[in-house]
């Protein structure tokens, strides 16, 4: 079965740092485009941060100055790390993991992420 599963502290200080991991089962992370999205209340999902094989790292213009990804294909798992967090950084923090050449776009289940003092 295939699956995305995110894992991470989900309450983070103002001014702290977010680290959040995805691991994928039931198929393999090589030749995917792996990406990290946020939706916060009543807003629409946005893109993080996203990276493709080619070392190639696409960053959302809301976060890109605080954000980044790093992905480890041998043990099928992709990382977010977030700096300088403020409140509105509050959001469910999904992995999307995709290949469209063979028609597939997985998403894990999405994490809640609370910045708060």
């Known amino acids: 079965q295939v699956q995305l599963v995110e894992a991470g502290r989900g309450l983070v200080l103002i001014g702290g740092t977010l680290r959040l991991c995805c691991v994928a089962y039931g198929f393999e992370f090589d030749g995917y485009d792996l990406g990290w999205y946020r939706q916060a209340l009543g807003k629409q999902r946005e893109l993080g941060v996203s990276?493709?094989?080619?070392?190639?790292?696409n960053f959302g213009d809301s976060v890109q100055r605080r954000i980044n990804i790093s992905r480890d294909d041998g043990k099928n798992t992709v990382y977010l790390q977030m700096n300088s967090l403020k409140a509105e950084h509050t959001a469910v923090y999904y992995c999307?993991?995709?290949?469209?050449?063979?028609?597939?776009?997985?998403w894990g289940q999405g994490t809640q992420v609370t910045v708060s003092s």
């Open positions: 999307d993991a995709e290949r469209w050449v063979l028609g597939h776009n997985y």
């Open positions: 990276s493709i094989p080619s070392d190639k790292t």
